[in-house]
């Protein structure tokens, strides 16, 4: 029987790669990567693969069951550019923002299904795949909460592909992100001195926001950050119009609580301090932390991933805390894994980039995985 670590279908994932990643796919924005992958999937036997209002790519193999273990991994990238990212194989390494995260992990899944229609593959177990949607940022998880919101009650597992093969995530970190937009009568820096800046206004936001001293709680880590800040006419204009991004988060729900608490406090009392002015605060991102997860079942599926990880990476794999796709799963108690199946660095940056070889490594633990729980 064929090997799916064979070289034809490393030269697969490697041409699927690069074919995805000269197709732009901002979070949002991931249409034409999910009609190329519908289309492929038609072309090579899945004809019940469809898109659904997300922009999820979706399809799945049926067993002897009704309830899915779901493989998935996202479609969409960190990057806003609507024309196609460079892209270079310099023989070792391919270089191109995106590339890791998460677009050869998507290639890899479509490669694998190639090799399960070649080798006609019969589950035992129901499959289903995904490749997602707004996994990134701003996108806060939307396709992943439409797939959950359609099949939470068939499915009992869920692993996602992404990220670098020494490491697994099992435990999602929680985060709240605002917008936060301030309106202003502004003026004439000279002829309206005195007027309130919107800038200044955000500005002093800021500074109270860094001033929150994070909870402290043992085995927990919480953090936050202001992320952008824009706004303003010119350098002689007092800026009527200003808004940031920011955000908080933690692995643990509690400090997640204190942290919101923290958060708005400090939204009021800008508020009260400016009564001149108009401040809006929008929640943009919402991601949930932790629910209640069976802890047995969750270390014994952890367990069994890391062995595989290990097995073909040869390297220590440690276990995690991150915002995945996970969350949504974790959230409502459905065990998950965000696997590693890769080598990169340069993640969520333009000098972002892959070692060739890695994906090696990374087909062997996607069979592996998929054959432990589809038969």
């Given at each position: 029987m064929k090997s799916f670590a064979s070289q034809e279908y490393y030269d697969l994932t490697l041409k699927l790669t690069e074919e995805l990643c000269k197709i732009p796919a901002p979070s949002g924005l991931e249409d034409k990567r999910a009609e190329y992958i519908k289309n492929y999937l038609y072309d090579i036997g899945y004809k019940n693969a469809y898109i659904d209002s997300a922009k999820?790519?979706?399809?799945?193999?049926?067993?002897?069951?009704?309830?899915?273990?779901?493989?998935?991994?996202?479609?969409?990238?960190?990057?806003?550019?609507?024309?196609?990212?460079?892209?270079?194989?310099d023989g070792e390494l391919i270089k191109c923002p995106g590339v890791c995260d998460d677009t050869v992990?998507?290639?890899?899944i479509l490669a694998f299904c190639k090799y399960l229609k070649d080798i006609d593959f019969k589950a035992e177990k129901s499959v289903l795949f995904s490749a997602n949607a707004c996994e990134?940022?701003?996108?806060?998880?939307?396709?992943?909460?439409?797939?959950?919101?359609?099949?939470?009650?068939?499915?009992?597992?869920?692993?996602?592909?992404?990220?670098?093969y020494n490491h697994i995530v099992n435990?999602?970190?929680?985060?709240?992100?605002?917008?936060?937009?301030?309106?202003?009568?502004?003026?004439?820096?000279?002829?309206?001195?005195?007027?309130?800046?919107a800038i200044a206004v955000l500005?002093?936001?800021?500074?109270?926001?860094?001033?929150?001293?994070?909870?402290?709680?043992?085995?927990?880590?919480?953090?936050?950050?202001v992320g952008m800040i824009s706004g303003g006419?010119?350098?002689?204009?007092?800026?009527?119009?200003?808004?940031?991004?920011?955000?908080?988060?933690?692995?643990?729900?509690?400090?997640?609580?204190?942290?919101?608490?923290?958060?708005?406090?400090i939204f009021e009392q800008v508020k009260n301090d400016y009564p001149d002015v108009t401040i809006d605060i929008e929640l943009v991102g919402n991601r949930p932390g932790m629910g209640n997860v069976d802890k047995e079942k969750l270390d014994k599926l952890s367990k069994m991933v890391?062995?595989?990880?290990?097995?073909?990476?040869?390297?220590?794999?440690?276990?995690?805390?991150?915002?995945?796709?996970?969350?949504?799963?974790?959230?409502?108690?459905?065990?998950?894994?965000?696997?590693?199946?890769?080598?990169?660095?340069?993640?969520?940056?333009?000098?972002?980039?892959?070692?060739?070889?890695?994906?090696?490594?990374?087909?062997?633990?996607?069979?592996?995985?998929?054959?432990?729980?589809?038969?």
């Open positions: 999820n790519v979706i399809w799945d193999i049926k067993g002897n069951n009704n309830t899915y273990s779901l493989f998935m991994a996202h479609t969409d990238t960190v990057f806003p550019d609507l024309e196609p990212l460079p892209y270079i194989d992990c998507v290639a890899m990134e940022g701003l996108g806060d998880l939307k396709g992943c909460k439409q797939i959950f919101k359609d099949f939470a009650s068939k499915i009992d597992v869920m692993f996602t592909l992404d990220g670098g435990k999602s970190v929680g985060s709240h992100r605002y917008k936060v937009t301030c309106q202003t009568k502004g003026g004439h820096s000279y002829g309206a001195f005195g007027r309130t800046n500005s002093n936001l800021v500074n109270e926001i860094y001033k929150i001293k994070v909870p402290q709680k043992e085995g927990a880590k919480t953090t936050y950050n006419t010119s350098v002689n204009t007092i800026a009527q119009s200003a808004e940031l991004l920011c955000e908080y988060r933690s692995d643990d729900n509690e400090c997640l609580n204190i942290m919101k608490e923290k958060f708005n406090l890391v062995e595989i990880q290990e097995k073909h990476a040869k390297t220590e794999v440690k276990e995690s805390s991150g915002s995945t796709d996970c969350n949504i799963p974790h959230s409502m108690g459905i065990p998950a894994i965000c696997v590693g199946v890769y080598k990169g660095a340069g993640v969520h940056t333009r000098e972002e980039y892959l070692v060739k070889e890695s994906i090696k490594i990374g087909l062997n633990v996607l069979n592996d995985l998929f054959y432990s729980v589809s038969k």
